[in-house]
């Protein structure tokens, strides 16, 4: 059982940034891969991110290339999200899940979630 917490999340103007963070309580992220995904208020829980832990191999939807990162910290055992020029639009609940298909962007693919952090941009 591999439990995830995230954190991070707060209120930011358009164009600022936060970096999310997804951890994981008692267990290693080696083998698993760790996607960020966010669910707007009346909308399914979408695909923005994610990392395959042993090599690295990041993919993103298109609406967040140029803007977001996702990375590792293997030491940390942790997954980041650095979001940057954040628009009113990114407003959502993200969550991060851990799974074992590389690139997987369907949610139904993650075995665990998080209990979500909240982003709210303001325009």
């Known amino acids: 059982q591999v439990q995830l917490v995230e954190t991070g999340g707060g209120l930011v103007q358009a164009g600022g940034s936060l970096r999310l963070s997804c951890a994981a309580s008692?267990?290693?992220?080696?083998?698993?891969?760790i996607g960020w995904f966010r669910q707007a208020p009346g909308k399914e829980r979408s695909f923005v991110a994610t990392?395959?832990?042993?090599?690295?191999?990041?993919y993103y939807t298109d609406s967040v290339k140029g803007r977001f990162t996702i990375s590792r910290d293997i030491a940390e055992n942790t997954v980041y999200l650095q979001m940057n020029s954040l628009k009113p639009e990114d407003t959502a609940v993200y969550y991060c899940?851990?799974?074992?298909?590389?690139?997987?962007?369907?949610?139904?693919?993650?075995?665990?979630w998080g209990q979500g952090t909240q982003v709210t941009v303001s325009s």
């Open positions: 899940g851990a799974g074992s298909i590389s690139g997987s962007q369907n949610p139904n693919r993650y075995n665990y």
């Open positions: 008692g267990h290693t992220f080696f083998g698993y891969v």
């Open positions: 990392i395959t832990w042993n090599s690295g191999l990041a």
